[in-house]
């Protein structure tokens, strides 16, 4: 099929959930990918911030094809090794002390979420402005965005918002129905934004005050994207539950939540559960994954190359009018603009680039952590001719 035909059938038999580009991918490599009609892009967008160790990995396809002629699944009434050996593993990277696995972001926050009303006894939980948690019903409340929550009332009840960057702002929300807040250290789709410096540190602070719990969505920034392992570490903060998910399959579905264990110890048998979370193929994808990152120190390069690409892309702001911001770590960027940046993207994308725009004015940049120099540098002169011709 070509590009042409896929659309035509989407257009029937699937649900128009999504605003796609016109593009069908069907293959890729490294920081590679091609469509299905053989046209080549540099791919800045990796998945959304989901292939950090590139598309077609050896180790993570070695570890699917090994694991996939062994078993794909088994229920969690099982014991895998699998399971354990991947818990261990994100344990000792994060210095958490247990984790639950399940199958994506949203999982993952709503885990979170019942762990932390578990363990309080309480039953709000504060979070911010401007923020994306994922799609189910009640992390489109947690989302502090009001675009997700229209046409789908009644929103589950529990959550509380206050303005990103302000630690007086949670202060006055907290009461003593408050079970902790939940914040993303850099809000990916809200528009890469960056928090204050020491916001993090002071929000922990105050949850250590109130005797709440201060939770961390690292589901967008985790596993290298922003130069080191998880963005916390960035502000100095180890936050009482973590979750995560997007770049911890390498390509693979699979999130996780991390606690430490007297958090942890809240879930009693039965209490929490899914059926495909932390199986055996998952698992095995998400430790080849992450051992592929160490072993190659991605996080390094994705320092490396962010602080030549964000640089970069700060020159181009001296020349354009229309950049209003560049901001990011690591290879998280996002270069905000004073117009609406959908035409940009497939502009950029005919050019054989991939980029991404969020929040309406937002570029995003988030390639696999593997990327190189010189394809950061075409990706520049292609993002330089595109906006000669807009500006
Ligand atoms: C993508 C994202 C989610 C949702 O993850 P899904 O796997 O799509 O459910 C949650 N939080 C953040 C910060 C994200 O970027």
Known sequence: MNTEDIIALEKKYV???YGRQPLALSKGN??????VDGKKYIDCFAGLAVNNVGHAHPKVVDAICN???KMLHCSNIYYTEEQVVLAKLLCEISSYDKVFLCNSGAEANEGAVKLARKYTKKGNVICMDNSFHGRTLAMVAATGQHKYKKGIEPIPQGFKHTPYGDVDAVAEKIDDNTAGVLVEPIQGE????????????ELKELCEDKDILFMVDEVQTGFG???NMFASEIFGVN???TTIAKGLGGGFP?????AREEIADAFEAGDHGTTFGGNPLACAAAKASIEAIMEENLTDNAKKQGKYFKDKLMQLKKKYGIIEDVRGYGLLIGMELNIKCGDIVNKVADKGVLINCTADKVLRFAPPLLIEKD????TLDVLDEVLEKVS
Do not use: C, E, F, S
Request: no cysteine; aromatic share 6%; charged share 20%.
């Open 67 to 69: 694991q996939a002629k």
């Open 15 to 17: 649900m128009h959930t």
């Open 239 to 241: 936050a009482d539950i």
């Open 225 to 227: 994207r922003t130069g």
């Open 375 to 378: 394809q950061i540098d075409v």
């Open 254 to 258: 699979i999130g996780g939540i991390l």
């Open 30 to 35: 490294g920081a590679l990918v091609w469509d």
């Open 190 to 201: 809200g528009g890469v934004v960056v928090p204050p410096k020491n916001y993090l540190k």
